[in-house]
């Protein structure tokens, strides 16, 4: 069974008992779609925290450090990889509008970075068709907005700003969502019903 199926077994609420072992092997055999989010620290933080973040060598952990360099203003919220001391983490700001969205945003993130920031070569089959797909769909929008010269939409929109952001504000942002559901995937659906 795959991953898909049995998320949605789980999540449609039509899963038999008889289902549950191959359910559990599905998502067991995937694990790694998990870790990250399993080890996730979510901490609500003042407004005018102001976090540090640098890339250490030949890594894509992120160093989290309070200085005056390379600072970054949360302005709702953040998921960090962390380092081995911090593990990783969602910053929220507490003043955030809009915190449901913004919490779900950061967790995808938690979800799916571990598959699409990894080398292809350590990913197992179900991963690399996921991270694959994601970046096709991607693309494909990208193109789309670029073939019609509607760059302005490119470069304004969060969830066409790389790979990360299109998969969690198409989860999650009703406009983005919106305007998935008018560019085509292929001639019978569109990129959100792709999705």
Do not use: C
Not at 104 to 123: C, F, P, Q, R, W
Not at 173 to 179: A, G, K, M
């Amino acid at each position: 069974m795959s991953l898909e199926k049995a998320l949605d077994f789980l999540t449609s609420g039509q899963a038999l008992e008889s289902d549950q072992e191959d359910i559990a092997s599905a998502i067991k055999s995937n694990i790694s779609y998990f870790k990250l989010a399993a080890q996730t620290t979510i901490y609500v933080v003042p407004e005018d925290v102001i976090v540090t973040t640098t890339y250490g060598p030949n890594t894509q952990t992120l160093d989290l450090g309070f200085g005056d360099t390379e600072d970054k203003f949360i302005p709702g919220g953040v998921f960090i990889i962390g380092t081995a001391k911090t593990g990783p983490m969602i910053l929220i700001n507490e003043d955030i509008g809009e915190l449901n969205e913004t919490l779900l945003h950061e967790i995808i993130h938690a979800i799916t970075l571990g598959v699409t920031s990894a080398d292809e070569n350590t990913l197992g089959e179900e991963e690399l068709k996921f991270k694959r797909r994601m970046r096709d769909l991607f693309n494909a929008t990208i193109s789309y907005l670029e073939e019609r010269d509607r760059y302005d939409e490119i470069e304004s929109i969060y969830g066409l700003s790389e790979l990360d952001e299109f998969i969690a504000e198409s989860l999650v942002n009703e406009e983005f969502r919106e305007l998935l559901s008018t560019i085509p995937a292929n001639k019978n659906i569109s990129i959100l019903g792709a999705l």
